[in-house]
Each structure stands twice: as structure tokens, then as C-alpha cells.
């Protein structure tokens, strides 16, 4: 089966950066996408950034500009946060989008934990 650990969540003051990291282990043979998303108390959880497998990106508004999503030959996404906000705070999660185990393996989806993610002074 396959986990996704995320690290670099914590607290930062505004204008400051942050890094997240996504490794998914286990047993892979493709996956369409990954991305982070995030929700914040009393919000719905929305799409933050997202990266195929051949690097195509895609930004929310809010973020486009001051986030960054990468990922590299080891089924690790990145997401590079600069310029922080407080309406940045929010829990962030890892998605993988269509994952298949093995060539024969139906395509799901697989979460992340969440990590949590506080800008204030």
C-alpha cells in the first residue's frame, strides 16, 4: 500500500517562506497528479496547486505568484511558499490523483495526513 508523509508545516510570520514536502512510498507504477490543497476552520478544503506527471502546473489565484510546486524522480512534491499571509493559515494536505500500484491496478486517490500551516506575527 502506499503513504504519503508530509513535513514542513509549522508557524512563520507574515512575508516569510515555508516548505512542504510530500514523499509517497510503497508500491507505484503511475500516478496522473499530485498536489497540495488546504482547508482553513470554517472553509471548504480547496485546490492549492497540482503538478502532472510530465510537469504541467496549475495555481489557485490566491496563491499564483508566491507559491511554487515541484516535484522530483523520487515521488516527492514540493510546495514552495513565499510571501506568506495570514489567510495562508490553514491545515495543508498531499494528494496523489490516480494512482495505479501495478499496470493492472484501478487508478484512486490517496491523502496525506495534513499539515498544519500558521502565519501571524
Known amino acids: 500500500q502506499v503513504h504519503l508523509v508530509e513535513s514542513g508545516g509549522g508557524l512563520v510570520q507574515p512575508g516569510g517562506s515555508l516548505r512542504l514536502s510530500c514523499s509517497a512510498s510503497?508500491?507505484?507504477?503511475?500516478?496522473?497528479?499530485m498536489a497540495w490543497y488546504r482547508q482553513a476552520p470554517g472553509k471548504q478544503r480547496e485546490l492549492v496547486a497540482s503538478?502532472?506527471?510530465?510537469?504541467?502546473t496549475n495555481y489557485a489565484d490566491s496563491v499564483k505568484g508566491r507559491f511554487t510546486i515541484s516535484r522530483d524522480n523520487a515521488n516527492t512534491v514540493y510546495l514552495q511558499m513565499n510571501s506568506l499571509k495570514p489567510e495562508d493559515t490553514a491545515v495543508y494536505y498531499c494528494?496523489?490523483?490516480?494512482?495505479?500500484?501495478?499496470?493492472?491496478?484501478?487508478?484512486?486517490?490517496?491523502w496525506g495526513q495534513g499539515t498544519q500551516v500558521t502565519v501571524a506575527s
Open positions: 510503497g508500491s507505484i507504477f503511475a500516478i496522473n497528479a
Open positions: 494528494n496523489v490523483d490516480g494512482l495505479r500500484s501495478t499496470p493492472w491496478s484501478p487508478p484512486h486517490d490517496v
Open positions: 503538478i502532472t506527471r510530465i510537469g504541467s
